[in-house]
């Protein structure tokens, strides 16, 4: 008897394509729509949505290999991802630096450069292309990916870990958290005086507790208690910190508005760098609340007007990148050629639209060349 076919959980899809149209969002410098996004409504943003869910998908993929393949094969699979992403982190690079770069040379606006810090290259590309090789170089926007792939790539030691025991993977990885909090340890990058801006000694942690209940999903195991508080509490949690965070937003809108526990909060501190303990608490919780207000069967997932959302989720890599260079290229229409809310209306509805576009054709080659193992089988 064969194994059933696990069936796809399609909130990882959609909430992770929701994040890219997020994460494109608020690239764009300026951009109105960034008001409806989530770092309006928490403390956390998309960033953190991604990172989770891709510690969750891993331990599924990747933990169902471990159970039917063994860890040869599951480390196996896990650095040809990690080799894919790495190409794609270079590929994507050498784009972003041409298309920084005749922007710069076509309307003689040096300030991009430093903007969208490439300066460095353009002086010294001989040194600079070495450190983009070694994930050290990351110019604006091209930093989530260098994280992505040094947690892909110690992922085999955690997924081994978690075969064993769950809860000690979590300990561990809440430890480095802790002391890195503590001690302010950082990723040397270059130049010299930079570091990484998601610093992985930090945001390992939010990576390791996606793929411990991402193992856990996979194996039918409940780390969490099914206490009836705990939902109330989660969404209770998540309303008063949308309440603060729109009370922010409004505030530097019109000032006479009062932004509430901002200086108590700002002093707690939301770093993003090193992922803030205030940070991090409020995507859990807010995980929490959407993991149990939206079940796997929930039905909004099945309409048709949602399902460019979900493709793009499906072809994560690939659209991140793209809507890598679209907020760049977004960025100068705005500010070179068309700026205002019709520009942005635009820029917005374009760019989106190529995303779905890109994910819609890249769904429908998956899909011919199924058809097409089919035939000759």
Not at 42 to 58: L, M, N, P, T
Not at 146 to 175: D, E, H, K, N, Q
């Amino acid at each position: 008897m064969t194994d059933p076919v696990p069936t796809r959980d399609l909130r990882l899809d959609f909430f992770r394509g929701l994040a890219l149209f997020f994460i494109y969002i608020d690239h764009i410098p300026g951009d109105l729509l960034s008001y409806f996004t989530l770092h309006s409504l928490a403390f956390c943003d998309a960033a953190e949505v991604f990172i989770f869910i891709s510690g969750f998908a891993a331990a599924l993929v990747y933990g169902r290999a471990l159970d039917r393949r063994g860890p040869l094969m599951a480390s196996a699979q896990i650095y040809r991802r990690v080799w894919q992403l790495y190409v794609a982190h270079v590929f994507i690079f050498v784009i972003f630096v041409a298309e920084v770069s005749y922007t710069v040379s076509a309307v003689n606006n040096p300030m991009y450069t430093e903007e969208l810090r490439v300066g460095d290259f353009l002086e010294q590309p001989h040194i600079a292309i070495i450190q983009v090789l070694l994930l050290r170089f990351q110019p604006t926007f091209l930093d989530i990916l260098p994280l992505y792939i040094v947690l892909l790539g110690i992922f085999p030691v955690i997924l081994m870990a978690l075969s064993r025991s769950p809860w000690m993977v979590l300990a561990a990885s809440a430890g480095l958290y802790g002391v890195t909090q503590w001690r302010d340890w950082s990723m040397p990058a270059y130049p010299a005086d930079e570091t990484w801006y998601f610093n992985p000694l930090a945001w390992q942690f939010l990576f390791v507790i996606g793929a411990a209940f991402g193992y856990a999903k996979e194996h039918r195991q409940a780390l969490l208690p099914s206490s009836r508080w705990l939902i109330p509490l989660s969404v209770t949690v998540t309303a008063v910190a949308a309440v603060i965070n729109l009370s922010w937003v409004v505030h530097s809108l019109l000032e006479p508005v009062p932004a509430l526990f901002l200086k108590s909060l700002w002093q707690l501190g939301v770093d993003k760098s090193n992922l803030a303990p205030l940070r991090l608490f409020n995507f859990l919780v807010l995980a929490i609340a959407v993991v149990h207000l939206v079940p796997m069967e929930a039905r909004f997932l099945q309409w048709r007007a949602l399902r460019p959302i979900i493709l793009c989720g499906q072809h994560s890599l690939q659209i991140f990148c793209l809507s890598v260079l679209l907020s760049v290229t977004s960025h100068f229409v705005l500010a070179e050629l068309w700026g205002g809310v019709l520009g942005q209306l635009v820029v917005n509805v374009g760019g989106m639209g190529t995303m779905i576009a890109a994910a819609s054709l890249l769904d429908w080659y998956k899909r011919a060349q199924q058809v097409g193992k089919e035939v000759a089988q």
